[in-house]
């Protein structure tokens, strides 16, 4: 079953007499190249320190749907990389989180 999109400007797809609205825009918008789709290994986009972060920064860097990208991340309140920018629930990160309790400040 193929889902028919019914708006150039709009996420909304109209499938057997259903339409689905949605309120962030998709990956499947015809005509976007998205970098990563066919990325050996997804988990590059989930680094876990920041050589990591910084070869999927890299990655992203000359990307044609970064700002879309970043705006599909943060609307959906995702993790990971996305347009290059680190997200927690949604929100830009400076740096890999610290795992674990804080240190002790003298
Ligand atoms: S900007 Fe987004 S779509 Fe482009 S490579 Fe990075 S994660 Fe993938």
Known sequence: MTARKISAH??????KGVTIA??????HQPGLVWACADHPDPDVFHPIDEAGLAEAQAFCADCPVRALCLDLGQ????????????LENGKP?????????PPKVA
Request: hydrophobic share 25%; no cysteine; aromatic share 12%.
């Open 75 to 86: 609307r959906r309140d995702e993790y990971g990389v996305w347009g290059g920018v680190l």
């Open 22 to 27: 949605f309120t962030a825009p998709t990956p």
């Open 10 to 15: 709009e996420d909304r797809f109209d499938t």
């Open 93 to 101: 990160q400076s740096g890999i989180p610290r795992r674990g309790r």
